[in-house]
């Protein structure tokens, strides 16, 4: 699969789950296996979930579906949220290691932030030619230039 079509269903799957976070924050609380303790911090619950699981990832994704458009020329950005997701997944391992086995939907969730991590990582790892630039104009917008060939003297 090319760079650009795997940068842009990560970020319409990161995009979407801000949407969900931001306009369903309950129902997010509730997948997460996550509650309140009491009423009076309901507000203050749901808006850490608007923040981190809405606002953020909204962002995270929009930034990722603006890099689709030259993943190569965007590559330390693709890195960055690979990376993200990454720290994630190794969050979430350290967190089985503390604490014990998260269930299904714990271990699911590492593989799904381990999948779009990798994913994002080897985007950014592609060559311009396999993101579909040609070398003049991998050369003319990314930066990224095979250095010309050194002929020695005669």
């Known amino acids: 699969m090319s760079p650009r079509i795997v940068?842009?269903?990560?970020?319409?799957?990161?995009?979407?789950?801000?949407?969900?976070?931001?306009?369903?924050?309950?129902?997010a609380l509730g997948?997460?296996?996550?509650a309140y303790a009491n009423p009076s911090h309901m507000a203050a619950a749901l808006g850490e979930v608007r923040a981190t699981y809405g606002g953020l990832f909204?962002?995270?994704?929009?930034?990722?579906?603006?890099?689709?458009?030259?993943?190569?020329?965007?590559?330390?950005?693709?890195?960055?949220?690979?990376?993200?997701w990454l720290g994630m997944c190794a969050g979430r391992?350290?967190?089985?290691?503390?604490?014990?086995?998260?269930?299904?939907?714990?271990?699911?969730?590492?593989?799904?932030?381990?999948?779009?991590?990798?994913?994002?990582?080897a985007v950014a790892q592609a060559s311009p030619e396999a993101a579909g630039l040609e070398?003049?104009?991998?050369?003319a917008e990314t930066g990224y230039d095979v250095p010309p060939p050194v002929v020695p003297p005669a």
């Not at 391992?93 to 799904?112: C, H, I, Q, R, T």
Request: cysteine-free.
């Open 7 to 27: 940068t842009i269903v990560v970020g319409i799957v990161i995009t979407g789950l801000g949407v969900i976070g931001l306009i369903y924050p309950e129902r």
């Open 31 to 34: 997948l997460l296996g996550l």
């Open 58 to 84: 909204v962002v995270m994704g929009i930034v990722t579906l603006f890099a689709a458009f030259d993943p190569a020329a965007h590559r330390a950005r693709v890195l960055f949220i690979g990376l993200l």
């Open 93 to 121: 391992l350290f967190g089985v290691y503390e604490d014990g086995n998260p269930g299904l939907f714990g271990w699911a969730s590492a593989v799904v932030e381990l999948a779009v991590g990798a994913a994002l990582v």
């Open 135 to 139: 070398p003049s104009v991998r050369a």
